[in-house]
Antibody, heavy 126, light 112 residues
Framework: QVQLQQSGPRLVKPSQTLSLTCAIS??????????WHWIRQSPSRGLEWLGK?????????DYAVSVKSRITINPDTSENQFSLQLNSVTPEDTAVYYC????????????????WGQGTLVTVSS | DVVMTQSPLSLPVTLGQPASISCRSS???????????LNWFQQRPGQSPRRLIY???NRDSGVPDRFSGSGSGTDFTLKISRVEAEDVGVYYC?????????FGQGTKVEIK
């Protein structure tokens, strides 16, 4: 059974960096058939995909256009987890942030978001 | 980006009665590998989204068989054959055929 456990500060000041971690159990951040995503949810934007990291003989990242200049998603193989950093935050970045898993198999194709973290409400406020 | 449009946005239902949610995409969701990557999620109050259906009509493990998904191309439907109290929440469709992945705006199911 896969579990994703999120951690990180719930209050961030404007212009600072939002940082969250998603610890994985039951799978590996380095799996060649998985990818690890961050998604956020707010009343104004709904559910919004932010980006992902994945390993296919080397590490790749893919980011949403809306946050591309401010976002970094990094794997941490020693702790089997991955992180989200969002720079220069504003109150518009206030949202519940989720991590989630994607898998891919040649026989069945892509499989998105079968497992989610518990969510972290991050408030951007001074 | 592919726009996912759900209707209705609010769905009051009587216990034991059926419910149906529509999801339309602004482009066909058939991928080059032949799969149609349309998922349905349930989000109960205060919880993370839970996937119910993947690739249009495949039920996830542990999902009651009163939930079913159907559709093709740009037009998809989630049906609950007999609504139970535990089905209250917001339901989302999501596509991952086209980059970036996009979600519908959600349909709130409540008991009349």
């Amino acid at each position: 059974q896969v579990q994703l456990q999120q951690s990180g500060p719930r209050l961030v000041k404007p212009s600072q960096t939002l940082s969250l971690t998603c610890a994985i159990s039951g799978d590996s951040v380095s799996s060649n058939s998985a990818a690890w995503h961050w998604i956020r949810q707010s009343p104004s934007r709904g559910l919004e995909w932010l980006g992902k990291t994945y390993y296919r003989s080397k590490w790749y990242n893919d980011y949403a256009v809306s946050v591309k200049s401010r976002i970094t998603i990094n794997p941490d193989t020693s702790e089997n987890q991955f992180s989200l950093q969002l720079n220069s935050v504003t109150p518009e970045d206030t949202a519940v942030y989720y991590c989630a898993r994607e898998t891919y198999f040649d026989t069945s194709g892509y499989d998105y978001f079968d497992y989610w973290g518990q969510g972290t409400l991050v408030t951007v406020s001074s | 980006d592919v726009v996912m449009t759900q209707s209705p946005l609010s769905l009051p239902v009587t216990l034991g009665q059926p419910a149906s949610i529509s999801c339309r995409s602004s482009q066909s969701l058939v991928y080059s590998d032949g799969n149609t990557y349309l998922n349905w999620f349930q989000q109960r109050p205060g919880q993370s989204p839970r996937r119910l259906i993947y690739k249009v009509s495949n039920r996830d493990s542990g999902v009651p068989d009163r939930f079913s998904g159907s559709g093709s191309g740009t037009d998809f439907t989630l049906k609950i054959s007999r609504v139970e109290a535990e089905d209250v929440g917001v339901y989302y469709c999501m596509q991952h055929t086209h980059w970036p992945t996009t979600f519908g705006q959600g349909t709130k199911v409540e008991i009349k």
